[in-house]
């Protein structure tokens, strides 16, 4: 059974720096393609980053390219975001994801991509 569980959101200032995880069971973590999407209140769910299984480069939301970084321990088979000068409109419930296919770059972005999802973590930016 694959589960995947987040943690690490909370509340800070704008500016600062939060860390995501995503503790993935019951997958192998370099086997999949992983991605960040978040959801803010009254909106739908968007894309913030992703790798193709266990090689290429991520690809990036353009509103988070450049302070976000995504990446893989495999040894502790745990998918994190770091998210660095966070700012007020990136206040969300962030949820990891796992494909079981093998998605082309351009699938990444798209949440039917993924068939595994987690429970979410609130981030809340203050300004």
């Known amino acids: 059974q694959v589960q995947l569980v987040e943690s690490g959101g909370g509340l800070v200032q704008a500016g600062g720096s939060l860390r995501l995880s995503c503790a993935v069971s019951?997958?192998?973590?370099?086997?999949?393609?992983m991605a960040w999407f978040r959801q803010a209140l009254g909106k739908e769910r968007e894309f913030v980053g992703a790798v193709k299984r266990s090689f290429g480069s991520p690809s990036y939301a353009d509103s988070v390219k450049g302070r976000f970084t995504v990446s893989r321990d495999n040894g502790k088979n745990t998918w994190t975001l770091q998210m660095n000068n966070l700012k007020p409109e990136d206040t969300a419930v962030y949820y990891c994801?796992?494909?079981?296919?093998?998605?082309?770059?351009?699938?990444?972005?798209?949440?039917?991509?993924?068939?595994?999802w987690g429970q979410g973590t609130r981030v809340t930016v203050s300004s």
């Open positions: 994801a796992t494909s079981s296919g093998s998605p082309i770059t351009s699938s990444l972005r798209c949440p039917s991509t993924y068939d595994k």
């Open positions: 019951g997958r192998t973590l370099s086997s999949y393609a």
